[in-house]
Structures are given as structure tokens and as C-alpha cells.
């Protein structure tokens, strides 16, 4: 379980090789800043949400999370009942 945000979930290494689930029903309002991240590289090989956050809201944000998972090769799954 984890206790931060999904760009540090997405970027921690303890995460390497696992598909993450995130149970928040929605991910990725504040987007993406690579400044939060733990790591240089997406550590899960996969991401499931329920719904991904298409425009997202922070002055900070730099992409969505769509735009990183697909810049960096990860799949990412949404519409799934997460809870």
C-alpha cells in the first residue's frame, strides 16, 4: 500500500516489475512533473486506474499521465472497477 502519489508510485523501485493498481477513482489530475520522481524510469511494467485524468489541473504539470506511460512504453489500463 502505498502512502504517496502515483508519480512517485510510477517511479519508485520497490515497484520494479510489479502491475500497480491504484484504488483513488480518479489518477492523474495533478500530472506529470519529472522534478517528483524517485527514479529516471517508470518501474511497474503496468498501471491499472479507474478513470485517468485526460487534462490535468497543476500549474507544475508538464504532460498527462496517458503522455508518460505511452512516451516511456507502459501499459496502462482504465475503466476497471478498482475499488
Not at 502505498?2 to 520497490?14: C, N
Not at 489541473?57 to 496502462?76: A, D, F, I, P
Amino acid at each position: 500500500t502505498g502512502m504517496t502519489g502515483y508519480r512517485e508510485i510510477l517511479t519508485d523501485p520497490s515497484y520494479a516489475g510489479q502491475i500497480v493498481m491504484l484504488t483513488y477513482p480518479l489518477i492523474g489530475n495533478y500530472g506529470i512533473n519529472e522534478d517528483d520522481f524517485e527514479s529516471d524510469r517508470i518501474q511497474p511494467t503496468g498501471l491499472i486506474v479507474r478513470e485517468a485524468c485526460e487534462h490535468p489541473s497543476n500549474w507544475r504539470s508538464t504532460k498527462s499521465l496517458h503522455q508518460l506511460l505511452v512516451e516511456r512504453g507502459t501499459t496502462g489500463i482504465q475503466g476497471l472497477d478498482t475499488r
